[in-house]
């Protein structure tokens, strides 16, 4: 059966809207949906009515501003668990976990409401290493992963997620306060890499990289972690490793355009 042009044109307007929301820009009115997407206000209207509808788009009762809604994030985590970035990355993970015998290897993504992050795979060639399950949620504040999420958000979505968070503190090092880990992320973000040196857990580091979709934007994060009393390599290489990498990882992803703290 066939589709009509018209049919077409309506996809094609939607999946503009959909992509005009990036991590620096995750909220917009309905002006500058317009604007982005070159449609008329009235067009994107009706276009946001059925995509808020279906919870492709949520719209906030006080600003007016529409997000992404769960359900694009539930279709967008299919596609990440089950296709690109899981098979992209997995390789690469198995192949630092076989540098590093005695590490794990992890990706994971910011969850989108709660400041964690969510295990997406983890590769170890330890087999009696304790794994968390693939899916678990664990602070942001206090992991590699996390932090470099966290230091790639935009301000203002940056301010609401701290502005919420319940900050306990795991060990002695742990940052506990919003302010130092602003401080904190802004040294990440100049670095570009994360590490978590005994926050979690004592005895334990672990160096975070952010991997990038084609556009640049940081869709999850790679991380090894390793028992400080057991490991045999020094912090500059395992640093060195994570960020050669990203740089497979990006490439692969299509960000051809290494970023300049991996380089």
Not at 43 to 52: E, H, P, Q, R, Y
Request: one cysteine or more.
């Amino acid at each position: 059966m066939g589709t009509s042009p018209y049919q077409i044109r309506a996809v094609e307007r939607s999946l503009d809207i959909l992509e005009a929301f990036l991590v620096r820009r995750p909220a917009m009115d309905l002006d500058t949906i317009s604007d982005c997407c070159q449609l008329p206000k009235s067009t994107a209207f009706k276009i946001l009515s059925v995509l808020k509808g279906r919870g492709y788009v949520q719209k906030d009762a006080d600003d007016g501003k529409y997000r992404i809604g769960f359900q694009a994030y539930e279709v967008g985590n299919r596609y990440v668990a089950g296709l690109t970035v899981t098979e992209v990355v997995h390789p690469v993970l198995r192949d630092l976990a076989a540098r590093f015998p005695g590490c794990s290897a992890h990706l994971a993504s910011l969850a989108p409401t709660e400041t964690e992050i969510v295990y997406l795979d983890i590769v170890s060639m330890n087999v009696i290493l304790a794994l968390v399950p693939v899916g678990s949620h664990y602070p942001a504040y206090s992991t590699a992963l996390g932090k470099c999420l966290l230091a790639e958000l935009p301000e203002p979505e940056l301010s609401r997620r701290l502005a919420h968070v319940h900050m306990p503190q795991f060990t002695p090092q742990t940052i506990v306060d919003p302010q130092a880990l602003r401080e904190h992320l802004s040294l990440v973000r100049e670095r570009g890499y994360a590490m978590d040196d005994e926050e979690m857990a004592p005895g334990n580091l672990c160096v975070g990289v952010p991997i990038r979709d084609r556009r640049g934007d940081a869709v999850a994060a790679i991380s090894t972690s390793h028992v400080k009393a057991a490991t045999t390599v020094d912090r500059a290489t395992i640093i060195s490793a994570m960020r050669e990498a990203a740089q497979e990882i990006n490439h692969s992803l299509g960000y051809l355009s290494s970023h300049p703290h991996l380089s």
